[in-house]
């Protein structure tokens, strides 16, 4: 059975049109955390991301890392991401983070919490020890990402 042009180019038409509408459908890792009151720059740049997901009835929030990687940001603070991160994930908060640690003098916390300190432009990083503020600004862009060889060689 042969199938007339038009019809095969109608066809085609539906199957494009499903197939962009299904890629609309899931919103980067960076959408999903600005859309629940967070900066989307706290996870690396899409490239370094392999997979993630939300699951949007308990929060969790995970992110697989191509690998585990350094980023720093604009104000010098470095971040170390294990190859997996997690959390739960609610309006302005990711709480019970895993796969995330940053430097303080010289000693590497994990980050057990991030939360938005709502129209102060704020940011609240719960270190475990401490509380650490860091304007919001500092974390609307993702950071490039670099193993842990390159940071040793001096690339940032």
């Not at 860091?134 to 974390?139: A, E, G, I, P, T």
Request: glycine share 8%; charged share 20%.
């Amino acid at each position: 059975m042969t199938l007339s042009l038009p019809l095969l180019l109608l066809v085609l038409a539906v199957v494009t049109s499903a197939t962009s509408s299904a890629t609309s459908d899931n919103p980067t890792i960076h959408a999903i955390l600005r859309d629940n009151g967070l900066p989307g720059g706290l996870v690396p740049k899409s490239t370094y991301i392999s997979s993630y997901s939300f699951d949007t009835e308990t929060g969790l929030l995970t992110v697989n890392l191509t690998q585990p990687c350094y980023a720093r940001y604009a104000d010098t603070s470095l971040a170390y991401f294990d190859n997996y991160i997690a959390g739960n994930l609610s309006f302005g908060e990711l709480n019970r983070v895993q796969g995330l640690e940053q430097e303080e003098l010289f000693v590497w916390l994990p980050v057990k919490g991030i939360i938005e300190e709502k129209g102060s432009g704020v940011i609240l990083f719960d270190i475990g020890l401490a509380h650490k503020r860091l304007s919001r600004s500092l974390f609307e862009d993702p950071p490039d990402c670099h193993s842990p060889d390159a940071l040793i060689q001096g690339e940032r």
